[in-house]
């Protein structure tokens, strides 16, 4: 394999002006603390948050009065009075989710005589190879530079702040924070800001360090510190909060927050800056250098300092392969930034949030936004990253028995559309178009049969993935009812946040077995047949029973436009250009709809999607363009790509859908942060396809904008990574190897255009192939 040859400066962020909003700030996270960095020269801003820092506790998650509810919606369906159905249904309408909340801020006020800064040599980036934030600037014949990194082996954010002329550097440092909080600092050169109010309590601790007999450290009775005339000084940022599970009240939590702050400072003694910075680059790069990619052989960014903002606006003319990587890589970062073993799971805007109360609250919701977010964590090899997901759907089964016993009378459990840190699972408040829908729980059940089809992790299927669906499938084995032509059905139903035009004529949104509902349950049902037959269960009553209902299950139909049917009859719909796709789940990221097994309904989708358009949120984007790569379809999936890049401005952000903001958060607009995961996810499967027995070789690569180049280090299920090279637009060269010591030997089809050649791979050995698939070559690992 040909060496990939992305330089530095294609995996920078940048920027040559201190920001002027909050999404031109740069982000760094470890997961569980996040930093947003403005990089002012006068005055420098960065702002905190903190994973577990919510509004609420423990609620109660059930409704005695659904059931009647429940009684009467599904008799109107019955009846065919779709709309007085939809009326009905809000009935079952339960509260609004929490909202995730900020920390604060560290606050610096520097102290140089000649404010008169040469703004030509004001550089601000984000480096993705280092996971690290920097700023540099001149002020006179003094070099200005400061590092900003998030530490997840340490579980600190570090800033080193220095001048390279002697005693150079003098600043002011203090915490801050709009939730209500005091402050203190103390003669170790410490400030530590704590919550006051009720809730989950939070205490942040700063921790200053300076150049060894150079300049003075000044504690203030405003609980500020000044530092003048050193010649560097380094910052150390830890936090805690009162939250110990989704299902502890933080009043009864016996957690000291500013005990834990100042232990992990103890502990942080032993190390200098640069043991630190070392610690954090060997754990990133440990998960960030798994994955590589070249789109070009020649990449169109010199090595003059581009904006990255100016690199957005000139896209849609020069469309850049440099800019789809950084993009690419970008989404890697972000999620290596806000989920980690151990950390909750990457919310509505990852880990990212300047207000009291966020848009949408910040929470993740359970119809397409949370699953989007890991998408592209297995086939862009950060399969560690989906750990707090498992834990958080964990979480959701136990309050969602809760639910389904109280609300539906049924076994198992389930969780709806929206959901927050206490793992909410009753319906969301308001109309039942977005808050009646039953299948939050189940599309996040396919998470764990995915995993173990990329991993082949046994233990995880016996210990984790296979209790979790197992109790998804009792819920949907008792939420499916007796329907017409001897097929089962779910009722009542909709398709997430669209409506429809019922046979009278009236908007509805209720009805019955919906194509979503049917595709997820479709997807479940096959995952937890294929888990059994690894583990030895296919004997087993429940499976027996799957196997039964699998059969009744309402299949996917045609429309008569020849657009793929989003509900069970044929309605009229009013917004044929709605964000959602929800009946194409079966094509992606289900596996229902294929091009090799159902090529009538893989014809429809095309439909469909042409249907929908182009328009739409940053993550509406994201998800057509992996649905046209599952089509082959490389210049529509290419397309969207493109779509996604323009650059918004936030001081108007109601004259955009989608698009990038300079510091390239995706938007929907505002800030969502699933658009970042989606765009890796859909690259991911532009250049690779697999199933567990099949490999699909750049399937949907646009030729003429990507002719040369390489991608290293993906994931094919099997858990077998791949690396390929390709050259005019041709298949170069192929690497496929596996560390799976169970499966000694196994077997994988490789397709390549119209071509299939049947490949034994061996552990431990890599296998080349030619662009014609027609030259096996073998190398020892």
């Known amino acids: 394999m040909a060496e990939n040859n992305i330089s530095n400066s294609n995996l920078k962020v940048r920027f040559s002006g201190e920001a002027r909003h909050w999404t031109d700030a740069l982000p760094i996270g470890n997961g569980r603390l996040g930093g947003m960095v403005w990089g002012g020269v006068l005055s420098e801003t960065i702002n905190l948050n903190d994973d577990t820092l919510w509004t609420g506790s423990p609620g109660n998650y059930t409704n005695p009065d659904a059931p009647k509810a429940l009684s009467e919606v599904r008799k109107l369906v019955n009846d065919g009075k779709y709309a007085e159905a939809t009326t009905s249904a809000v009935k079952l309408s339960g509260e609004g989710s929490n909202a995730y909340q900020l920390l604060g801020d560290i606050n610096f006020k520097f102290h140089e005589t000649d404010v008169k800064y040469d703004e030509t040599t004001y550089r601000r980036e984000l480096d993705l190879d280092t996971a690290t934030a920097k700023v540099t600037y001149l002020i006179g014949e003094v070099e200005f530079t400061r590092q900003h990194f998030a530490s997840y082996p340490d579980q600190v954010i570090v800033s080193k702040i220095s001048g390279n002329k002697s005693g150079s550097l003098s600043f002011t440092v203090f915490l801050d924070s709009k939730i209500p909080h005091r402050t203190s600092a103390n003669a170790q050169n410490q400030i530590v800001m704590e919550k006051t109010e009720d809730g989950i309590k939070f205490s942040a601790v700063l921790d200053l360090r300076i150049s060894d007999d150079i300049g003075t450290i000044t504690v203030f009775e405003d609980n500020k510190i000044k530092v003048e005339g050193c010649d560097w000084a380094v910052i150390l940022l830890v936090a805690s909060s009162s939250f110990e599970d989704p ?7 016996k957690k000291d927050t500013t005990i834990d702050c100042l232990n992990n400072l103890e ?9 630190l910075y070392s610690r954090h680059l060997d754990d990133y790069h440990n998960l960030f250098h798994r994955v590589s990619i070249n789109l070009s052989k020649s990449s169109t960014l010199k090595d003059s300092y581009v904006p990255t903002s100016d690199r957005i606006k000139s896209f849609k003319t020069d469309e850049d392969p440099s800019l789809i990587e950084l993009l690419f890589q970008y989404g890697r970062y972000l999620l290596i930034s806000c989920s980690r073993p151990g950390t909750q799971p990457a919310n509505l805007q990852g880990i990212w949030n300047d207000k009291v109360y966020p848009p949408w609250d910040g929470a993740p919701h ?13 086939p862009c090899s950060l399969h560690e990253c989906q750990e707090p997901l498992f834990d958080f759907i964990k979480n959701l089964s136990v309050n969602g028995s809760k639910t389904a016993k109280v609300n539906y009378e049924a076994n198992g459990w389930v969780a709806h559309q929206v959901s927050d840190i206490w793992a909410k699972t009753s319906p969301d408040r308001g109309e039942a178009v977005w808050a009646l829908w039953p299948m939050g729980g189940a599309w996040l059940c396919t998470h764990l049969w995915e995993h173990y089809s990329y991993t082949m992790n046994k233990e995880f299927l016996a210990e984790i993935a296979y209790p979790l669906l197992e109790g998804c499938v009792l819920f949907l084995l008792d939420w499916l009812i007796e329907g017409k032509d001897e097929y089962v059905q779910t009722n009542p139903s909709t398709s997430p946040e669209h409506m429809f035009t019922a046979p009278d004529g009236q908007p ?9 509902d049917m595709s997820i349950i479709k997807e479940v049902f096959s ?27 309402y299949p996917t139909q045609i429309a008569k436009d020849g657009s793929i049917m989003e509900w069970a009859q044929d309605f009229v719909d009013p917004d044929v250009h709605h964000r959602h796709i929800s009946h194409l789940f079966g094509l992606f990221p289900g596996h229902t709809i294929t091009l090799e097994e159902t090529p009538e309904l893989c014809k429809a989708a095309e439909v469909t999607l042409n249907n929908r358009g182009e328009e739409g949120p940053g993550w509406s984007t994201t998800w057509k363009a992996a649905s046209w790569a599952r089509l082959h379809n490389s210049e529509r999936a290419y397309q969207m790509i493109k779509h996604l890049f323009d650059l918004v401005d936030p001081e108007n952000e109601s004259n955009y859908e989608g698009g990038l903001y300079s510091n390239m958060f995706t938007a929907h607009p505002p800030f969502q942060i699933d658009a970042n995961f989606g765009f890796s996810a859909a690259v991911a499967e532009m250049l690779i396809q697999s199933s567990v027995t099949d490999i699909y070789l750049i399937p949907a690569l646009p030729r003429d904008k990507w002719r040369n180049g390489s991608v290293e280090g993906l994931k094919a299920r099997g858990n ?3 690396s390929i090279s390709w050259s005019d637009g041709d298949l ?19 397709h390549y255009n119209d071509m299939s050649v049947v490949a034994t791979m061996l552990t431990g050995t890599v296998y080349t ?9 073998t190398a020892s690992l």
């Open 267 to 275: 502990q942080l003694k032993r190390y200098s800056f640069e043991q």
């Open 720 to 722: 077998v990574t791949v």
């Open 527 to 553: 995952a937890i047949i294929s888990a059994a037959q690894v583990l030895g269960k296919s004997e087993d009553d429940l499976i027996k029973k799957v196997v039964e209902s699998q059969s009744k299950l």
């Open 732 to 750: 170069h060269e192929l690497r496929l190897w596996s560390d799976d010591r169970e499966n000694q030997r196994f077997t994988k089809t490789i």
């Open 247 to 253: 299902f502890t009240n933080p009043s009864d939590s």
């Open 366 to 378: 359970l119809n397409i936004n949370l699953q989007m977010n890991y998408w592209h964590s297995l």
């Open 508 to 516: 509805a949104s209720v009805s019955y077995s919906s194509t979503m």
């Open 769 to 777: 192939f030619d662009g014609k698939l027609r030259t096996v070559k």
